[in-house]
């Protein structure tokens, strides 16, 4: 099976920059997704790596280790809106062909 | 707009009751997920479809039941509702293998 862990809380101010981890265990791994949640709102998808090193869109960024079954979200420039839930998801080869998601780190930006 | 279209949004039911959640999306993805998210916690996959006409177990389905209709729609029924069962359901698409899902707005469903 799959397990991730991430952590259950992050605060920030506006302006800030901030790493959300997330460790992964899973055999065959495909790639890391990264998702973001407001409340009450549906998980819109950020970024996917299947090869290690950072990718950037924007503000976001996404970095993956495969060899440490480690990666991050890195989020530039904080603002209020930022402030939501973040899940990593992982994919492996084995069995069920289907996201496996965190539990999920909460963000709060402050002013 | 493309996208995912859930139904209903809200719904209440009494223990023991049935229905069906409907899932329809425009994006002519081949894979369709069903997951189910309880208050502070992650997603969790009941049921997928990786193609049309093929269903597979995740990892709660017990109490649930799905039908990939066709290429566009993936219903999750509940046979008998559980107060457990209260929860927010979401759908999702994606093409085969890929790490982006889109996800419909929510299934919020509360059984008494």
């Known amino acids: 099976g799959q397990s991730l862990e991430q952590p259950s809380e992050v605060t920030a101010v506006e302006g800030a920059i901030v790493q959300i981890n997330c460790t992964y265990q899973?055999?065959?791994?495909?790639?890391l997704s990264w998702y973001q949640q407001h409340d009450g709102g549906a998980p819109t998808f950020l970024s996917y790596?299947?090869?290690?090193g950072l990718e950037e869109t924007g503000r976001f960024s996404s970095f993956l280790s495969r060899s440490d079954s480690y990666g991050y979200l890195l989020l530039q420039e904080l603002q209020m809106k930022d402030s939501a839930s973040y899940f990593c998801?992982?994919?492996?080869?084995?069995?069920?062909?289907?996201?496996?998601f965190g539990s999920g780190t909460r963000l709060q930006v402050q002013p | 707009n493309a996208g995912v279209t859930q139904t209903p949004k809200f719904q209440v039911l009494k223990t023991g009751q049935s229905m069906t959640l409907q899932c329809a999306q425009d994006?002519?993805?081949?894979?369709m997920y069903w997951y189910r998210q309880d208050p502070g916690m992650g997603l969790r996959l009941i049921y997928y479809?990786?193609?049309?006409?093929?269903?597979d177990k995740g990892e709660v389905p017990n109490g649930y039941n799905v039908s990939r209709l066709n290429k566009r729609e993936f219903s999750l029924r509940l046979e008998s509702a559980a107060p457990s069962q209260t929860s927010v359901y979401f759908c999702?698409?994606?093409?085969?293998?890929?790490?982006?899902?889109?996800f419909g707005s929510g299934t919020r469903l509360t059984v008494v």
């Open positions: 994006m002519n993805h081949n894979s």
């Open positions: 479809s990786a193609s049309e006409g093929t269903t």
């Open positions: 790596n299947a090869l290690d």
């Open positions: 998801a992982v994919r492996d080869r084995t069995g069920r062909r289907a996201l496996t």
């Open positions: 899973t055999s065959g791994f495909y790639g």
């Open positions: 999702a698409s994606s093409e085969e293998g890929q790490g982006g899902y889109t």
